[in-house]
């Protein structure tokens, strides 16, 4: 069945550093790619998508460009802020399912200091 | 938009007793979906349903738990009789069809079964 893999957290940062968040996806055919991200007290809220090979998603200076050839989704930030703090959701949308149901990983905490 | 509308969002109950939680997915939309979210399993889905249909259940982890979607405006999701390892926060998210699968989570419900 399909699965998302993500790097395991907490992810400590100073403020204006560069982020990586490794994502690797198993999943038949093309699936599409998101991150989500969730911060405290909240419910997750799509920060960026992708929706075929080579596609790039963007939104609020992140970036993750979805790669077939190595199954990845990875998310990166050239200079996160203290507001980033949050944790971010790989997921995809596949043929298990219909299409309907989204598959999550299992998140990955970010922390970003003075 | 009021986006994805779940009530209660803090519920704190004893063992033995009847959960209910409530949520409003947002208008038009008709794909609905609850989920679990726990330290220990991160996020599971419980159970979704297309155009108040239940499509999906196999998420939901035992017979006394239940969910209803009597119409498009509004879905619930029971606990009977509730037990302390059903504590977790409950999301609810609904999405179009067709389109890229993108779903719109509410703030969720923190429940605490003592």
């Known amino acids: 069945g399909d699965s998302v893999t993500q790097m395991e957290g907490p992810v400590t940062l100073s403020e204006e550093a560069f982020l990586t968040i490794n994502c690797t996806y198993t999943?038949?055919?093309?699936?599409?790619l998101f991150w989500y991200v969730q911060y405290p007290g909240e419910g997750l809220q799509l920060l960026l998508k992708?929706?075929?090979?080579?596609d790039k998603g963007s939104n609020k200076g992140f970036e993750a460009t979805y790669r077939k050839e190595t199954t990845s989704f990875h998310l990166e930030k050239g200079s996160v802020q203290v507001s980033d703090s949050a944790v971010y959701f790989c997921?995809?949308?596949?043929?298990?399912?219909?299409?309907?149901?989204?598959?999550f990983g299992t998140g990955t905490q970010l922390k970003v200091e003075l | 938009d009021a986006g994805v509308i779940q009530s209660p969002r803090h519920e704190v109950t004893e063992m033995g007793q009847e959960v209910t939680l409530r949520c409003k997915p947002i208008s038009g939309h008709n794909s609905l979906f609850w989920y679990r979210q726990t330290m220990m399993r991160g996020l599971e889905l419980l159970i979704y349903?297309?155009?108040?249909?239940?499509?999906?259940d196999s998420g939901m982890p035992e017979d006394r738990f239940s969910a209803k979607m009597p119409n498009a405006s509004f879905s619930t999701l029971k606990i009977q009789p509730s037990e302390p390892r059903d504590s977790a926060v409950y999301f609810c998210a609904s999405r179009t069809s067709g389109g890229k699968n993108i779903q719109y989570f509410g703030a969720g419900t923190r429940l605490s079964v003592l």
């Open positions: 349903f297309n155009n108040n249909v239940p499509i999906d």
């Open positions: 999943a038949t055919g093309y699936p599409s």
């Open positions: 992708a929706t075929k090979a080579d």
């Open positions: 997921a995809l949308s596949g043929v298990t399912g219909g299409g309907n149901k989204l598959t």
